[in-house]
């Protein structure tokens, strides 16, 4: 169990995620074109699809033992928001997981490790630089990068999207729901996004 602990919060860097936003928010796959909009996904990480790529590959155990430089790249299902229910630890994890029905989309998380694993176990973070993408089963998708891993709270900067989303810009606020039946995390994602594009349009 130690060691699925440390993988899973040292590797990936997803560690207690907290959010001061409600999570009941509505939820809505979509944005109009202009004006500030919330919008609320669920995605849980499947932690079968994790893969690192080591600065050097002669070092053993690369999820315990990774660099400053190492790269991964992990996915995951999109839910709409408040579907999967919050909980589940690594030793009694939800059963909520990528498997279930109901999906919406893709989640693909890649990032490089910002330090060694000395220096994490030390306390220092965050631990990865990540991009995320969010691909909608209906073409849209969006777009999300920042640093995470070792924070009581991870904002991170919506830098574009696809298809109805073409020209949004924001922020998104990612909370930690709990260990899913993969022995990854399952997270609520607070959109907060505006249409530039159209923005700047207006009077």
Same mark, same amino acid.
Request: glycine letters at 12%.
């Given at each position: 169990?130690?060691?699925?602990?440390?993988?899973?919060?040292?590797?990936?860097?997803?560690?207690?995620?907290?959010? #001061?936003?409600?999570?009941?928010?509505? *939820?809505?796959?979509?944005?109009?074109?202009?004006?500030? %909009? #919330?919008?609320?996904? =669920?995605?849980?990480?499947?932690?079968?699809?994790?893969?690192? &790529?080591?600065?050097?590959?002669?070092?053993?155990?690369?999820?315990?033992?990774?660099? %400053?430089?190492?790269?991964?790249?992990?996915?995951?299902?999109?839910?709409?928001?408040?579907?999967?229910?919050?909980?589940?630890?690594?030793? #009694?994890?939800?059963?909520?997981?990528?498997?279930?029905?109901?999906?919406?989309?893709?989640?693909?998380?890649?990032?490089?490790? &910002?330090?060694?694993?000395?220096?994490?176990?030390?306390?220092?973070?965050?631990?990865?630089?990540? #991009?995320?993408?969010?691909?909608? =089963?209906?073409?849209?998708?969006? *777009?999300?990068?920042?640093?995470?891993?070792?924070?009581?709270?991870?904002?991170?900067?919506?830098?574009?999207?696809?298809? =109805?989303?073409?020209?949004?810009?924001?922020?998104?606020?990612?909370?930690?729901?709990?260990? &899913?039946?993969?022995?990854?995390?399952?997270?609520?994602?607070?959109?907060?996004?505006?249409?530039?594009?159209?923005?700047?349009?207006?009077?």
């Amino acid at each position: 169990m130690e060691k699925r602990l440390i993988v899973a919060l040292l590797i990936l860097g997803f560690v207690a995620l907290t959010s #001061t936003v409600p999570s009941q928010r509505s *939820v809505t796959p979509s944005v109009q074109a202009s004006g500030e %909009r #919330t919008m609320v996904l =669920d995605v849980a990480c499947d932690a079968r699809t994790c893969r690192i &790529n080591q600065v050097d590959p002669t070092v053993p155990q690369p999820g315990l033992n990774f660099a %400053r430089g190492d790269t991964f790249i992990v996915d995951g299902t999109i839910y709409p928001g408040s579907t999967i229910p919050p909980g589940g630890t690594f030793d #009694t994890p939800s059963p909520f997981g990528p498997d279930e029905p109901g999906r919406i989309g893709t989640w693909v998380c890649r990032g490089t490790f &910002n330090l060694s694993a000395a220096e994490a176990e030390a306390g220092a973070a965050p631990h990865i630089s990540t #991009t995320q993408l969010f691909l909608l =089963d209906d073409g849209n998708g969006l *777009v999300t990068e920042g640093s995470e891993g070792g924070l009581p709270m991870v904002l991170r900067a919506v830098t574009g999207g696809l298809g =109805d989303f073409n020209g949004v810009r924001g922020q998104v606020t990612e909370e930690e729901l709990g260990v &899913n039946s993969t022995g990854l995390f399952n997270f609520r994602m607070v959109f907060e996004i505006e249409n530039q594009t159209e923005s700047r349009r207006q009077p």
